[in-house]
């Protein structure tokens, strides 16, 4: 980053959270403890690009607090979602 940005006041108390995250071939998974959403993000020449953000705050929705929970939203996710083909 070679912009640097101008503020007026900096507080230096750091927040930290715990964000889980599970690559599956080249499909990346994270989910925030405390944004209740899951990120769908694909990689790209080294870069991931975001597919889909799903929001978890319904109550019929999934409940993800480890990475076994995420492990199987992701593969139903994929199950869902993803076409396989065969290469000609």
Known sequence: MNKKITMTNLDLSADTGTILYVTIDD????ADE????????????????LIEEIDLGGPDDEIIIDHNDLKRVALNWIFNNVEIVKEI
């Open 27 to 30: 499909l990346r998974f994270s």
């Open 34 to 49: 405390c944004q209740f959403s899951l990120i769908v993000e694909i990689e790209n020449q080294g870069k991931f690009e």
